[in-house]
């Protein structure tokens, strides 16, 4: 007998306008737990907004975004201790260092983040012996990993919402993000990610909700 696992994220009928032209209208999708949900599109055809209302950053005009039942709304800090939100830009403080920065991401978010855990993610992201270089001597592709190290510190929470994370990195770092989110895949989490780059994540394939805007 086939078992229906229910959908952790899922939305009906979202609306979103810019000024009086309408992003999107009617739309609905819905990610089971190890579903990747990717968002594509056209620029300017609303893929950022879409994020941003999922994650609870915007209000749509119109429709509901659900997590694990609930409209995302309804208890926001709730639904956000189990998020990792990374937008388009890196969002870093130039004169503070890459440590400095992951740790006051993390803050920020509602985890303290010891010394330790903070510098293994940025080993881990390609960033070791540049702990302690500000942020502003950094190439855009290292401040995209400053960013995205959050992921390792994050493993924990079930979402993960993504605005173009490929942009800017190298072909190491790239084989090192798709890995991260196939592995936060495997072990029940949802990603949610707006990219071009497809074949990075060609293993996911199978469990790959799209949803064209």
Do not use: Y
């Not at 989490?189 to 909700?209: C, E, I, K, P």
């Amino acid at each position: 007998m086939a078992v229906t696992v229910r959908a952790m994220l899922e939305a009906e009928d979202l609306e979103a306008r810019r000024g009086r032209r309408a992003l999107f209208s009617g739309l609905a999708f819905a990610a089971a737990p190890g579903q990747l949900l990717r968002v594509t599109g056209a620029n300017g055809a609303g893929k950022t907004t879409l994020l941003r209302v999922i994650v609870g950053l915007a209000s749509p005009t119109q429709g509901r975004v659900r997590w694990r039942g609930r409209p995302v709304d309804t208890d926001r800090d709730a639904f956000h201790r189990e998020l990792v939100w990374c937008g388009h830009a890196a969002s870093l403080k130039d004169d503070a260092t890459a440590l400095e920065n992951l740790r006051s991401a993390c803050a920020l978010a509602g985890d303290a983040v010891e010394v330790s855990a903070a510098r293994d993610a940025l080993a881990q992201a390609g960033l070791a012996g540049r702990e302690r270089l500000p942020a502003r001597v950094l190439s855009a592709g290292q401040r995209r990993r400053v960013a995205l190290a959050r992921l390792v510190l994050g493993a924990e929470r079930p979402l993960w919402v993504l605005d173009e994370p490929f942009n800017t990195l190298d072909t190491a770092a790239t084989q090192w993000l798709a890995a991260l989110l196939l592995a936060h895949l495997a072990r029940g989490g949802v990603v949610v990610l707006t990219s071009h780059q497809a074949l990075a994540l060609d293993a996911a394939a199978a469990n790959t909700v799209t949803v064209a805007l």
